[in-house]
C-alpha cells in the first residue's frame, strides 16, 4: 500500500546539533505513536476470514529520507499481503461503485491502481478454503468464483479510514513535540 508521509519543516534555524537532534527524536517518537494508532485501528477495521490479513498490518521505522530541505523521518503503516488492496480498494465493477476518501482515492492513483472492468478469475483455492470456513456447500465453488470475477468485490477500507481519523491528532502532536524540543 502507498506509504503515509508527514512532511516537518522547521524554518527556524536551530542553535546546534544538539537540539536538531532533539527535535529529530521528538518528532520521530510522535510519528511512532500515530503509526501504532493507525496499525490498531486498521487491523480492527480489517475484514477477517482467517486473520492473515490482520496480521500482515505493521507499523515500520523510522527511515531517513534525504530532501531538498535536509532530512525526512518516516514511519510506515504497511499491508503485508498482496491481496490487502483488493480489500481496501474493491475490484471490477463493484468497487469502482464504492465510496472511498479523497485519500484512498489520492493512493490508488500513487500506485497505478485501476478498478478492471471485471471478467478476470479469482484464486480458487482461496475462494474454496473461505467457503469451507463458512460451510457453504463445495458445489457452489464455481458460481461464487464468476460472480467475484464478473461483478468484482465492494471495497471494505481498513487502513486510509484509520489514517483519515488519526491525521489531526498526529499533526498535533508532532508540532507539539516540535514545539516542546526547540523550547527545550
Known sequence: MARIKFEVIVRKKLDSHVKAARVATKVSAALKRGALRIERKAK?????????????????????????????????????????????????????KSQLSKTARAAMKEMGYKHGPGGKMPPLKEIARWMKRRRIDPKLLWPIARAIGKRGIKAQPFLYPAYDEEKERILKDVADSTKSALEA
Open 44 to 96: 480492527r477495521k480489517v475484514p477477517s476470514a482467517f486473520g492473515l490479513l490482520r496480521t500482515s498490518i505493521a507499523s515500520q521505522g523510522p527511515f531517513l529520507e534525504k530532501t531538498a530541505h535536509g532530512a525526512v523521518i518516516l514511519w510506515k503503516v504497511t499491508v503485508g499481503k498482496l491481496w490487502g488492496k483488493f480489500i481496501e480498494f474493491g475490484t471490477g465493477p463493484s468497487g469502482k
